[in-house]
DNA sequence: GCCATAAGTTACTTTTTAGTTACCGCAATT
DNA sequence: AATTGCGGTAACTAAAAAGTAACTTATGGC
């Protein structure tokens, strides 16, 4: 439960991304939030591969770190929507630009485009 | 020593950044080869809490994908260099912006600045 | 002849991460 | 009255990642 992170006793920026953001899946699902709210049940199918149990633990760690907002709803059977919050959000343009780079190096995934579109400034 | 990584198979841009670069140690390496080559025992040293094991690891794939070069001195004892190669450098500004981020919205890790310094264009 | 040195490799153990199975709550549906 | 659906949790097991300790290689210095 307890998280594991590489010790960081001089604020090194780099180590303290890593550590908070450095996993599996929490890039992917900030980049499945980027542009709506999506169920719990939503996340787990659209992300091949993981089991219920990780995807809970990560969510619980994007919550507490922030990046997340998780919102139940007083129904039967239960619904629960995740979003990002404005930290969460504020994080897209990096995913974006780790999205564009690999585009640019990787011929085999450039046909398809990356999904997080960025709102639009004012 | 065979990488497992993440089903891909609509070629996802954000999966593919992950299975390539989504690791503890992979962009703390880049990092710190960011303005100069350094050798193996530095970088060991740097790097609080690697075995020498999985950094050899972490060098052979980050190699492997392209990202970094591997130059070995016929000198006794051995002397290695890593350095970035032209994919591992277009990879700092992404690296880069990641730190910017965390800066901004940890106040504890402010006062760092990031190490990575890009280089002028032309 | 023996030791030190740098950058590993190998075999083995430990730690950490992830998966599995079973179960819960409760209203609506059958 | 049993079943379905969703979003979990708990206890347990399996798998993956990482650590450890010993060994290697070849030369120069003592």
Redesign the interface.
């Known amino acids: 439960m307890a998280r594991k992170l ?2 960081n006793k ?9 550590n ?1 953001i ?3 899946w929490k ?2 699902i900030l ?1 499945l939030l980027a542009n709506k709210s999506v169920r719990f049940g939503k996340l787990l199918f659209f992300m ?2 993981v089991s219920r149990k990780v995807l809970t633990d990560q969510l619980r760690e994007l919550e507490e770190d922030g990046f997340i907002l998780r919102q139940k709803f007083g129904e039967v059977p239960p619904r629960v929507e995740y979003s990002l919050t404005d ?1 969460g959000k ?2 897209l ?3 974006k ?3 564009d ?6 011929p ?2 450039s ?2 485009d ?2 997080i579109v960025l709102p639009a400034e004012d």
Do not use: A, R
């Not at 001089?10 to 890593?18: F, G, Q, W």
């Not at 780079?101 to 990787?106: D, E, K, L």
């Open positions: 590489l010790e001089d604020s090194c920026s780099m180590l303290h991304t890593i908070i450095g996993t599996k890039p992917l980049y091949e591969g930290k504020s994080f343009p990096v995913l630009q780790m999205c780079w690999t585009i640019q190096w990787n085999e995934v046909f398809m990356c999904k």
